[in-house]
């Protein structure tokens, strides 16, 4: 990696994360018979600076370790509970107090997950949710813990009658009334926000033929317009989290947070799990930390800075289901990694993403799983960065600024009186700017990333009468 890079990658951290990112944290699931002691993985989890993670139950001897670790943990009431939390307020405030309340504050318990995915619970738990987080909520009010301590529910996205555009994003017919408007007034009234579990492995696997690897791993692609609102997306997964934005808003819910509660790649599945292997694993985990850690929002929600949870901590032995159910974990039991990514804005400064030659699919377009948002092919096989400006004129600055400077690019084409000065927008000097410095460092992968301000084209830019140069 050459200097000026890494002093730009530096620059990055700096000026975009400090003051709008994201975070990270990681799911602590134990369905296997060979994982380390909970003490263990507290240092483990320390260790590699992780400091949020999510339970999915209240077991005693993972709360006992996590106390005084400053780690903050979400637990979860499990879907076979959620009867009994809906019809008795004496069991929530039971449950509440065993589990929850014996525990904070030396645990630091941030949220409780009432039920997992119900919508798809095979057991029709769906229409005990709401009543279920609300007696939760209650029994929090009871022990004066409901301002710490947030609850929702996750979703998955099946949860959605349509997802592409993401603008058109709409949550499924009959869940509207009896779920989602109460549950959404609910995480509005208390200040709460929606649980997502999102999964572009899924999407990807099922639809090789016309989604790229690239779109679904966060690497360069030329992106997918939404033909509704222009906006072009460069990652299945922000496409999927902004159906789920999109969703809210259709139902005037558009002030309610987003939390990503799981989201993953497997490093290995069965012969017809497509794009499962370490390699995606590494590249879609390792690209989204640093597209969560580096700041930004989605296209639709640019200030939206996000928290994810990784899934999973570790390789679980005993999970049933294809080959991949056992292997999303970012660890082996034995507490070796089993790729090597960084989960800090300080493992970031050496952190670069390696394709693998034989990693595929380069020729698909970015395409959305049914259709539109055409892709138009370069003709030359040219490529230019170009400045995305959904990010916003600080970052836009920020990064022009660097560029510039430190950068080495090309910008006297765009100072007042030169050929490139017109038009005078930030948009229009940054995306020269960018380009110069893309092409100067000969287009290589991550020259044209700018903490998500700029992104790569396939046709010449178009800018006034300026001409973007395609070498130096």
């Known amino acids: 990696m050459e200097h000026s890079f890494v002093c730009f990658f530096l620059l990055l951290i ?16 134990r369905i296997a018979n060979n994982l380390p002691s909970a003490s263990k993985v507290m240092d483990l989890l320390k260790s590699q600076g992780l400091n949020r993670v999510k339970v999915y139950d209240t077991d005693p001897a993972v709360l006992h370790a996590l106390s005084g670790s400053g780690i903050k943990v979400t637990v ?11 019809k008795s307020t004496s069991f929530a405030n039971s449950w509440v107090q065993r589990n929850v309340a014996a525990y904070y504050p030396h645990t630091e318990i941030e ?49 959605l009658q349509n997802s592409y555009p993401s603008s058109a994003g709409s949550f499924r017919p009959e ?12 995480l509005r009234q208390t200040g709460s926000f929606l649980m997502v579990n999102a ?15 690239d779109y679904a791993l966060f690497r360069e692609n030329p992106g997918v317009v939404d033909p509704a609102n222009g906006l072009r997306y460069f990652s ?5 989290i902004d159906a789920v934005f999109a969703a ?12 990503v509660t799981e989201t993953g790649w497997p490093s290995k599945g069965d012969e017809n799990e497509n794009g499962a292997s370490i390699q995606n694993a590494a590249a879609y985990n390792g690209n989204l930390v640093r597209r969560i850690l580096t700041g930004g929002g989605t296209p639709l929600r640019p200030k939206a800075d996000l928290t994810v949870y990784l899934f999973a901590l570790f390789n679980e032995n005993n999970k049933f289901g294809p080959t991949s159910e056992r292997n ?16 800090t804005v300080e493992g970031l400064k050496n952190y670069r993403d390696n394709p693998s030659p034989v990693a595929g699919n380069q020729h698909r377009a970015a395409a959305p799983v049914n259709g539109g948002g055409s892709v138009s092919k370069s003709t030359t096989g040219n490529t230019w960065c170009v400045a995305n400006g959904e990010v916003g004129k600080e970052k836009l600055q920020a990064a022009l600024d660097y560029a510039c400077g430190e950068g080495g690019a090309d910008c006297h084409p765009i100072q007042r009186g030169s050929t490139c000065y017109d038009p005078n927008t930030i948009e229009a000097h940054a995306s020269f700017a960018f380009n110069s410095y893309y092409q100067k460092l000969g287009r290589r992968m991550g020259t044209c990333y700018f903490g998500g301000a700029a992104y790569v084209v396939t046709q010449p830019p178009k800018y006034g009468k300026c001409e973007f140069p395609t070498g130096y």
């Open 14 to 29: 700096s000026v975009f994360t400090l003051a709008d990112s994201g975070s990270i944290g990681v799911n602590y699931g």
């Open 76 to 86: 979860d009431l499990p879907n076979e509970q959620l009867f009994a939390a809906a």
């Open 111 to 159: 949220a409780i997950a009432v039920g997992n995915e119900v919508f798809v619970d095979p057991h029709n738990t769906t229409k005990f949710i709401v009543p279920a987080m609300k007696n939760i909520h209650q029994a929090l009010v009871k022990f004066n813990l409901h301002s710490e301590i947030k609850v929702s529910s996750p979703i998955a996205l099946s949860a």
């Open 175 to 186: 869940l509207v009334e009896p779920v989602f408007k109460p549950m959404l007034n609910f």
């Open 199 to 213: 999964y572009p492995f899924f999407a990807y696997e099922s639809n090789t033929d016309v989604i790229s690897l």
């Open 236 to 240: 299945l997964f922000d496409a999927q």
């Open 248 to 259: 809210m808003s259709a139902l005037k819910y558009d002030d309610i947070k987003l939390v």
């Open 328 to 343: 999303y974990g970012l660890f082996y039991p034995n507490e070796e990694k089993v790729y090597d990514i960084p989960f």
